[in-house]
T-cell receptor, first 115, second 114 residues
Framework: DTGVSQDPRHKITKRGQNVTFRCDPI?????LYWYRQTLGQGPEFLTYFQNEAQLEKSRLLSDRFSAERPKGSFSTLEIQRTEQGDSAMYLC?????????????FGPGTRLTVL | GESVGLHLPTLSVQEGDNSIINCAYS??????FIWYKQESGKGPQFIID?????DKRQGQRVTVLLNKTVKHLSLQIAATQPGDSAVYFC?????????????FGAGTRLAVHP
């Protein structure tokens, strides 16, 4: 257990529905990242927060995706009007910047299945 | 549990043998490299890291070797155990731009047989 938690662990939804995932990072970590992982692939970067500011978004993050980190602690990732291609594992990671190697520690992921 | 990496290259070893997992990276400007282990149904777990100014780093039962000339990284696991069975990913990081984005390489499945 890395100390990063994600909820829910599994989500099954019908195409067109909205879903929201939550990530709680390691408490003192100021950086938070979202990744997506499909079967047979390594995680792909989606977006990154430093404290409450969203500083980077991948081109993978379409307009249907939105992420927030309102108080610089937990984060949410919402997918609107889900499509079957959104089925994947959504991973959250956190790190502490400044002075070190900024190692990212991952949560257990949320497995999304869109029917 | 659900499998990660159904079509990944697989390294099969006997329990107690040493394992070597290889990785090629793409960006010669990358400053830092990490090996992650991912078990089925779980997120990637940090194993060991190495900075680009080093060529070798040792941990507990693991050693990472970095060859910048050919952009190659390897993870050596000594006395491999059944609990080492997982998918292993290397990842590279560039510090440029004040932001550290992990770029993961293709994973390798390690299967340890008793």
């Amino acid at each position: 257990d890395t100390g990063v938690s994600q909820d829910p662990r599994h989500k099954i939804t019908k195409r067109g529905q909205n879903v929201t995932f939550r990530c709680d990072p390691i408490s003192e970590h100021n950086r938070l990242y979202w990744y997506r992982q499909t079967l047979g692939q390594g995680p792909e970067f989606l977006t990154y927060f430093q404290n409450e500011a969203q500083l980077e978004k991948s081109r993978l993050l379409s307009d249907r995706f939105s992420a927030e980190r309102p108080k610089g602690s937990f984060s949410t990732l919402e997918i609107q009007r889900t499509e079957q291609g959104d089925s994947a594992m959504y991973l959250c990671a956190s790190s502490l910047s400044g002075g070190g190697t900024d190692t990212q520690y991952f949560g257990p992921g949320t497995r999304l299945t869109v029917l | 549990g659900e499998s990660v990496g159904l079509h990944l290259p697989t390294l099969s070893v006997q329990e107690g043998d040493n394992s070597i997992i290889n990785c090629a990276y793409s960006n010669s400007a990358s400053d830092y490299f990490i090996w992650y282990k991912q078990e089925s149904g779980k997120g990637p777990q940090f194993i060991i890291d190495i900075r680009s100014n080093m060529d070798k780093r040792q941990g507990q039962r693991v050693t990472v070797l970095l060859n910048k000339t050919v952009k190659h990284l390897s993870l050596q696991i000594a006395a491999t155990q059944p609990g080492d069975s997982a998918v292993y990913f290397c990842a590279e990081i560039s510090f440029s731009g004040g932001y550290n984005k992990l770029i993961f390489g293709a994973g390798t499945r390690l299967a340890v047989h008793p």
